[in-house]
DNA sequence: AAAGACGACAACCGCGATCAG
DNA sequence: TCTGATCGCGGTTGTCGTCTT
């Protein structure tokens, strides 16, 4: 009954990868696909877990990797999915492409973590720090557009746009439609998840444009766990403005 | 020049969701 | 339907290079 192992770990190494192993796993991978991790280690000669191999290929060794320095577009983009989607990283990296949701967790803890709080915006809730002596004035490298955002309470604040009360709407530039559609029979690509996702604005493909322009309607049933095939109703409101986003009903729980 | 502190990033670990038998 | 493996994700740790004292 069930699967057999996914790998025997007395027999796998661990740590650093060497550049034969790189080489070893691009080879197969670029033979065979990434079809199946689990078998991969033992067809590609190499003596690592499947979920060791996944990680190599998707973090490092996949060719459509960016690398190198993350550019003060990417920064502020990533300050803003953040501020939606919070820790999300894989949806996060989703918009960016060419980066990883490693890569991306990593800048965030190293680098915008630091360069938030010197704005005087708390990293995690995107908020100014209270009292901090950092709400104004801005600092250089603080945009004028950077506006905190309203506290997306999802235990509390299921409905926010009512919790908004601001006029202007928060992150005016930002379009992030993250509704999936429904399941079709795309073909399953020698690709994973990991690869570049184009978010989709109805049958519209959306990608970050350069000067980070986007609509209002934000949807976030894809990050709330909105599942079910249920259609979204942001696509047939094109005209609210503010967020939208859902959550499973609980039990016993009505609309 | 040496040692310790710090930063950056690759890799591991554990968990939840999903899938296969 | 149940059980257990696989996959993918987020959090955390380990390691290495650079900086500071």
Redesign the pocket.
Known sequence: ???????EKAHT?????TKEEDQRLIAYIKAHGE?????LPKAAGLL?????C???W???LRPDLK?G?FTDEEDELIIKLHSLL??????I?GQLPGRT???I???W???IK?KLVSRGVDPQTHRPINGSQFNTPKTPDQPTSYKAPPVLNQAEDQHSSSGTTSDEPWLPDLNLDLSISPPTPSPKTSG???EVVTPLVGSEAITPTSNLSYARVICLCYHL?F?GGEPCSCQANPDIQGLRYYRPLEEGQHL
Do not use: F, Q, V
């Not at 009954?1 to 790998?7: E, I, K, V």
């Not at 190494?13 to 990868?17: D, E, L, S």
């Not at 690592?48 to 060791?52: E, L, N």
């Not at 919070?86 to 949806?91: A, F, R, T």
């Open positions: 009954m069930g699967r057999s192992p996914c790998c190494n661990k740590g650093a990868w079809g199946c991790w689990r078998s690592r877990c499947g979920k060791s996944r990680l190599r998707m973090n490092y690398r320095n919070g820790n999300k990283w894989s949806l990296a949701d490693n890569e967790k990593n800048h803890n190293t680098h630091r994973s998840s990991s766990g599942r």
